[in-house]
């Protein structure tokens, strides 16, 4: 769970690799037949840094490696205990882990706690340094937590973001802790809580700050919903572009690069941030001015699921707890003026917390109703299997070589083929709850479960 005109041109050099997906329907009203799937960016990722929610650019994929079909406590390389329960996701380099934890009580609207910034040695799970920050927590969902956010990493730094009964902050950090600058962004209002995440565009930090203007709780004010960019060595306000305000929507966006994905070798081509929300859908906004370059509006409900790219195709969900979810992909315009295009909907079994993932032309899915499924992005979007896994979900799944990683809220995990014959199931308990997506680092499965982190070694992954 968990979201100025510019006054300077930005030179923007990406620190992690970009990506791709496409996406597709269970029940489809496909526009026409897509151009075939090629990812080609995946080809970019030379390094296994998990530096943001779900991995670079939001894959939640490593392309090589591989997971035992089960595990249990006695397979993790390390455990740390943390302080609370917490579903936000941790984040690693090749040498440090970093998470938020948070000691105020989950029930308590109005106590007094901290949420703490927390970097650990990816060798041996280590406390390198913890650093805190005072919180008066505030009415939630109840499946919501004090530090729900995942913190975001580029070069030197490191980036996170909160939310309390006072507002909205972003705090940056050196690898080492010392601290470097603070913004607090003014109010924040939402009936489920905070969950934004930052991301880190070459020298900008972006946070989709999307606040609730309507279906208000009788205590709450309306807020103003906006895409924030901020200088990453300063903090500095870059741009600030608004959005319609609706219902908050918690994705982290991604980054679209036109002439990477083969669809532009026009020099002035516009690379995007690619987001979702309930009031202008499907949009892409200039990466470096945050001109909103195109929207095209497929959302009805809340978006909680961060898009997914494949090609000049964006795949992003919306849905509620009462359900009605539906997933939509959508084909980027190649150029100004050209209009976008939503290529295929699924509305049978679509995600609504979960991201989805995707390789070698398959889109890979788990419903919040723990319903799993597979579609062809080459072939309109078809559905190739499904599967009833049992259980309610919240975390994303994961990718590592050729096996798709799903893990229930109440702890138990599911490993299966990313492939398109659906095969067996391998299913285990972790031994607690589970809401944070898993990270994977180059050495180690990083998994959440209930108050502890624990690291499991990946076979095939640099030692």
Known sequence: MRVLVLSRKLSICFVYALTAVMAAAASVSPAESPEAVVDEAAKEIADDSWTRFHGPNGRGLVPTGGLPESWTSDDYRWTVQLDGTDVGSPVATDTQVFLLDSSVEPTRPGASGSIDLVALELASGKELWRRSHPVADTKRHTRNSPASTTPAVAGDRVYIAYGDADGAYLYAY?????????????????????????????????????????????????????????????????????????????????????????????????WQLIAAN??????????????????????????????????????ASCGSGGGGNVLSAVRIPKQRGEKPEELFRITSAAPYVPSAVAKDGLLFTVADSGIASCFDLNDQGRKVWSQRLGGNFGASPVIVGDQLLMISLDGTAHVTQASGTRGPVSRFELGGKVGATPAISSRCLLLRVGSKLHCLRIEGLES
């Open 278 to 315: 309930t009031g202008n859908g499907m949009f892409g906004l200039d990466a470096t001015t945050g001109e909103m370059l195109w929207s095209l509006d497929v959302f009805s409900k809340r978006c909680c699921a961060s898009p997914l790219l494949v090609g000049d195709v964006a795949i």
């Open 174 to 270: 050196s690898l080492d802790g010392a601290p470097l600058w603070q913004r607090q962004l003014g109010p924040w209002s939402g009936v489920h809580g905070f969950g934004t995440s930052p991301m880190v565009v070459g020298s900008q930090v972006i946070l989709f700050n999307s606040q609730q203007a309507d279906q208000l709780a009788p205590w709450q004010v309306a807020g103003s919903s906006r895409m924030m960019s901020f200088d990453a060595a300063t903090g500095e306000d870059l741009w600030n572009t608004p959005l319609r305000t609706t219902r908050p929507s918690y994705g982290v966006p991604a980054v679209y690069r036109p002439e990477a994905n083969g669809t532009s070798s026009q020099s002035d081509a516009e």
